[in-house]
């Protein structure tokens, strides 16, 4: 059986274009007509490079063409506008056609793609991207000129000021999925996607593109030194930083800024570099105690290109001090943090806007909570106004302020006893060391009573606070006011 060959139509494609060519010169409409019945032969017999040079030609024949390489159809075209909405229809028809060629029609739509910037108006050159939206929507084999034209769309629409029209648009687009598109474009339009989720404040939908981004693309920011990649990068973690912000996420916003400190082109501007450094030591501040925080706050710590004055403020938390708000922050470094110095740039953290003032507030619960795990090593019960003198807070603000807000942390639990105006301080234990701790209490418990030597057991530490957690127990509803009429009690 033979073989099924393609029909070769490049002669008759020559001759019809040459002729078409001439007929141009007088009347487009003539010209294109004259190629209409070669375009479907060459489709319907499936010679596919002679119709895709006849739908090109087809295309460009309205424009007055002044140089034009017969042999790729790639020549500069150097043109006025002419039949602009016959232009608009025959790139609809030619789409439409039955038996269409993917590559015929893709080279067609690049061909007119590269025709928009050119247009006479911005009326006929908006008509001419629906146009071509209309005719590449749902086609993969020109996903990406369907992306690149809707980007065009999105722009204008931002410039008019219509956000929430501009970010739907660009939100359907899936582009994680284009297999097409090179990996830094497909990182450029996430990072649009993530950036009008924020504008709209659709910070779920931000959450997803980000993961989507660092992902798939942490080796393609991390091993190119290129300066686009690099600012790629850059635009990531500062629409980063934007998002953690929002959510309060002090110690992800401290990640984000020594990324950016990290990155070469960062690096080589030393203001920059400052900047990015000493915010990330603020945030880090900012951040509730944690391992991982008191991890990152030793690393920052041995910069050799941080502040000193930053230096020095970081060694007041790694110290195991007490730090007066009063005395070694606001008398210290009030004008450095909020305002700047001439060696040391003003952050912006602690502003004087709404979020700034806030900031301001948290940096001195931070300082109390430091402060309380320090009194938390001394004491078990401590007075409020030895308290409040400890962590420079007044009673009256000790009494306001709950002081579970002013410690942050997992690890330690505060009791406070008002009406006696005493704060019994306990460190979180895990469940075994719980459990062993109340079982040597019990047994201390009834070794005294056994033995009548009730002022042993009124003094032991452990049964204090085995009596203490009781009491608490007691008062949460966890346990029988009755427990201790049970068997065995």
């Given amino acids: 059986m033979a073989d099924k060959r393609e029909a070769d139509y490049t002669k008759r494609v020559d001759e019809a274009v040459l002729k078409a060519k001439d007929l141009a010169q007088k009347d487009v409409e003539a010209a294109v007509g004259s190629l209409k019945d070669i375009e479907k032969l060459t489709r319907i017999d499936a010679d596919m490079k002679s119709n895709t040079r006849v739908v090109q ?13 017969f042999l790729f ?21 030619l789409s439409t056609k039955r038996r269409l060629i993917q590559i015929a029609i893709a080279e067609m739509v690049r061909d007119a793609v590269a025709m928009i910037e050119k247009m006479p108006s911005e009326e006929l050159k908006m008509k001419l991207i629906e146009t071509l939206r209309t005719v590449t929507a749902g086609k993969i084999y020109v ?9 065009m769309v999105v722009k204008k629409l931002e410039a008019e000021g219509k956000l929430d029209e501009a970010a739907t648009m660009l939100l ?28 709209r404040n659709d910070y779920a939908r931000a959450t997803i ?33 934007r998002f953690g912000l929002h959510g309060g996420n002090y110690l992800d916003v401290c990640r984000h800024h020594l990324e950016i400190y990290e990155t070469k082109k960062i690096k080589e501007d030393s203001v920059k570099a400052t900047y990015h450094l000493c915010s990330a030591v603020v945030y880090c501040l900012l951040a509730p105690h944690t391992n991982e925080q008191w991890d990152l706050l030793n690393r920052i710590a041995i910069q050799r290109e941080l502040e000193t004055d930053y230096k020095d403020i970081l060694n007041l938390f790694i110290n195991q001090k007490l730090i007066s708000f009063k005395r070694d922050i606001v008398a210290k470094y009030e004008t450095l943090l909020r305002r700047g110095t001439a060696d040391s740039p003003d952050t912006g953290i602690f502003d004087k806007s709404i979020e700034g003032e806030k900031r301001w507030s948290e940096l001195q619960l931070r300082v109390a909570d430091h402060s309380m ?8 019960m401590i007075t409020l106004e030895r308290l409040s003198h400890l962590i420079g807070f007044s009673t009256d603000e000790i009494q306001t302020v709950p002081l579970n807000t002013i410690v942050r942390s ?35 418990i009834s070794t005294n009573i056994n033995t009548g030597n009730s002022s042993s057991f009124l003094t032991d530490k452990f049964c204090l606070e085995y009596c203490f957690d009781v009491f608490n127990e007691l008062s949460n509803g966890k346990i029988s006011k009755n427990w201790w009429k049970t068997e065995g009690n």
């Fill in 410 to 444: 997992y690890c330690m639990r505060i009791l406070p006893n008002r009406p006696s105006q005493i704060v019994h301080l306990r460190w979180n234990q895990r469940t075994v060391e719980q459990l062993e701790t109340n079982d040597t209490a019990v047994k201390i």
């Fill in 143 to 151: 996903e990406v000129e369907h992306a690149r034209l809707t980007l």
């Fill in 373 to 380: 795990k320090k009194i938390a090593r001394d004491y078990t």
């Fill in 172 to 199: 359907e687009l899936q582009v994680e999925t284009y297999g097409l598109m090179e990996m830094k474009e497909k990182v450029l339009y996430l990072l649009e996607q993530m950036r009008y989720s924020l504008v």
């Fill in 209 to 241: 593109i980000s993961e989507n981004i660092i992902l798939n693309n942490i080796e393609f920011f991390n091993n190119s030194e290129t300066e686009d990649v690099q600012d790629l990068k850059l635009k990531y973690y500062e629409l980063m930083i």
């Fill in 57 to 69: 030609y087809m295309v460009r024949l309205f424009v007055k063409i002044f140089q034009i390489n």
């Fill in 73 to 93: 159809f790639q020549a500069k075209l150097c043109f006025e506008g002419q039949k602009w909405d016959l232009l608009m229809e025959t790139i609809m028809t």
